[in-house]
C-alpha cells in the first residue's frame, strides 16, 4: 500500500511516462478526500474505469484550510492517502499544496483529467492546461446524496452535547 502513495513529483512524472509509453491511459483527478464515503468510493470506481492508471491528487493539509475551513481536515494528509492508496481501484496517490491541480497536471501529463459532476468544465481551472497537454476532461455524475461537510455536520448534530464517546475493543 505504502508503495502507492509518490510524494516526489519526478518519479511519480516518470512512472507515468513509462505507463504511457506501453499506450496505458493514465486518469488523474484531486480533491481533499477528507472523510471517505460511499460517494467517494463510486466516484473513483468511474473514474478507474476511464482508464489503465489512476492517479489521485490530494490537497495538502494547509491548502485545505485556505480553501476550505481553517478548521479542515479532520485527517491529515498521511491519514488520507493511506487510506485512498488502501483501495483497489487507485494506483498512485500523490500530493500537491497548489492552489489548483494545474502544476501536477502538467508534471504527469494525464490522458484524462475527471472531476465530479459538481463542476462545468468552463470553471475547471485545470481544463485548458490539460486540452493543451491533448488530454480530455470528464465531468462524472454527481450524487449529493454524500459529503464531507453533511458527515461533520451530522456528528456535530449528535454529539455536540454529549460526553466524549467511549472506545470499544
Given at each position: 500500500?505504502?508503495?502507492?502513495?509518490?510524494?516526489?513529483?519526478?518519479?511519480?512524472?516518470?512512472?507515468?511516462?513509462?505507463?504511457?509509453?506501453?499506450?496505458?491511459?493514465?486518469?488523474?483527478?484531486?480533491?481533499?478526500?477528507?472523510?471517505?464515503?460511499?460517494?467517494?468510493?463510486?466516484?473513483?470506481?468511474?473514474?478507474?474505469?476511464?482508464?489503465?492508471?489512476?492517479?489521485?491528487?490530494?490537497?495538502?493539509?494547509?491548502?485545505?484550510?485556505?480553501?476550505?475551513?481553517?478548521?479542515?481536515?479532520?485527517?491529515?494528509?498521511?491519514?488520507?492517502?493511506?487510506?485512498?492508496?488502501?483501495?483497489?481501484?487507485?494506483?498512485?496517490?500523490?500530493?500537491?499544496?497548489?492552489?489548483?491541480?494545474?502544476?501536477?497536471?502538467?508534471?504527469l501529463?494525464?490522458?484524462?483529467?475527471?472531476?465530479?459532476?459538481?463542476?462545468?468544465?468552463?470553471?475547471?481551472p485545470?481544463?485548458?492546461?490539460?486540452?493543451?497537454?491533448?488530454?480530455?476532461?470528464?465531468?462524472?455524475?454527481?450524487?449529493?446524496?454524500?459529503?464531507t461537510?453533511?458527515?461533520?455536520?451530522?456528528?456535530?448534530?449528535?454529539?455536540?452535547?454529549?460526553?466524549?464517546?467511549?472506545?470499544?475493543?
Amino acid at each position: 500500500m505504502e508503495d502507492k502513495i509518490i510524494t516526489d513529483w519526478d518519479y511519480a512524472a516518470n512512472l507515468i511516462y513509462n505507463f504511457r509509453s506501453i499506450n496505458k491511459e493514465i486518469v488523474f483527478t484531486n480533491g481533499v478526500f477528507d472523510i471517505i464515503h460511499p460517494g467517494h468510493v463510486a466516484y473513483l470506481q468511474q473514474a478507474r474505469e476511464l482508464g489503465d492508471v489512476l492517479v489521485v491528487g490530494v490537497n495538502t493539509d494547509e491548502s485545505v484550510r485556505q480553501f476550505k475551513d481553517p478548521r479542515r481536515p479532520i485527517n491529515t494528509l498521511k491519514q488520507r492517502m493511506t487510506v485512498l492508496a488502501g483501495l483497489s481501484m487507485v494506483s498512485y496517490v500523490v500530493p500537491f499544496g497548489e492552489p489548483t491541480a494545474v502544476e501536477i497536471i502538467g508534471a504527469l501529463k494525464p490522458t484524462v483529467y475527471v472531476k465530479g459532476g459538481d463542476y462545468k468544465e468552463e470553471d475547471i481551472p485545470e481544463a485548458a492546461t490539460v486540452r493543451q497537454l491533448e488530454g480530455t476532461v470528464k465531468i462524472l455524475p454527481y450524487n449529493s446524496e454524500f459529503s464531507t461537510t453533511q458527515i461533520i455536520n451530522t456528528i456535530l448534530q449528535k454529539y455536540s452535547n454529549a460526553q466524549p464517546v467511549e472506545q470499544t475493543q
